[in-house]
């Protein structure tokens, strides 16, 4: 799949002048629908399907600085799968070198508590699977 | 009234060293909830009456920079009223010195249609109206 | 020329499920690089030539809310011109509707002082003249 | 020492009404400030010695949702030292219950380089590792 392309804005950028380290929180949520999207499952069809399905952990390592006009490309996997939670991992990369890895976690919640992922929304379960198994 | 203080914050700077100008309108609407929670009009109160009032339009003059662990201070006024609009004045200062003045204009929707404030909502109609002849 | 299109984030989005309005000021922000890119001076240029252009004042109007994924077109042009200061005017575009217009006004500093553009650079001021008459 | 609090702003909700996940880790970069201010070791400080502490990792738990106009107290306390890096470790509280548990970990740069705070910042390095053992 196309890695997701975030080109770094002025107001991004910190007294340092590099990219504030709250951004990348963005960026990841960024790649996320737009990898969503492109598997079919875009947010629209989440929402009508009452699908919601907060961030419960977050996880950042900063390798690199980036700055203004760079083009951060993000690279998504699925990384781990149980029944009440599943995974994300991140790669960016500007210009050839790691700058960032991150990892994101969801749950699946109805009416606020959480569900099993595999028994509510089976489409969306086996997908994440199959992307985990091809190390996407 | 006292006035709403604002201390800038790290991530609100930009690469030249000072508050980002988007900032300030993040400010206004700060001080402007203030404001109205000062003066009996809370969040709370109007999202329980239903009011829906949308920011129609903003001016910005910028006078001077501020940065990182500034104390903005912001006076707000109401400076003008018709049936469908009104619109509150900002005087912000920094170290005795005003570094922005801005406006902000509102309607009030009903089923996503403007109505008449005065007779929609006559209580907050006459308590706006009473702090534009105060001045406040 | 293109206009210069931004694609709304979830994050940009507020309670009311709409792009909040200090949003516009930073598309543009975004706008106004992407154009001044295009027509030869994008950001290092005008960092190498030392140019320092701060945003004087802004003007807002929202016509029609926007939301989550909509991809808002923005339509640039030099609005005016004297000496000290210049402003750009922003249309926004979505679905087919202007849903804002905005000015904004910027002047030229050097060490802290307002200078000539058409002085000190001759050539920036050339280039806007022209896209002014172009109505661009 | 008295926890650092936060009050959500209106920007700050997303389109589920609930403070963005992005947000916390602003307002853990606030607390930080605020802490090391309290300290001795306010950002002034920290700039006229030269000191350059980036961000080099950061870890979210997100235990329940906080909204519009909560306030979020936090307590800060050093989690781990090393020669090269160190970790603060948040807890944030609203009402009563623990909402979001984080970490962040920093290192010392000098030209670019990372460097030992025992050697170069000895001052900080033996306040900090005192709070460590106070389990501030």
Known sequence: MEPYVHKVKYYECDRMGVT??????????????????????GFEKMEAEGIVSPVTAVKCEYRKTTTFQDEI?????????????????????????????????????????PVSMEERYPE?????????????
Chains 1, 2, 3, 4 share one sequence.
């Open 73 to 113: 490309s993000v690279e998504l996997s699925v990384v781990s799968m149980s029944s009440l939670k599943f995974s994300f991992g991140y790669v960016m990369k500007c210009r050839g070198a790691v700058v960032f890895k991150g990892e994101s976690t969801h749950c699946f919640l109805v009416g606020g508590r």
């Open 20 to 41: 504030h380290h709250s951004n990348y929180i963005r960026i990841m949520e960024e790649a996320r629908i737009d990898y969503l999207d492109k598997v079919g499952y």
């Open 124 to 136: 969306l379960h086996r997908m994440l699977v199959e992307m985990m198994e091809k190390g996407q």
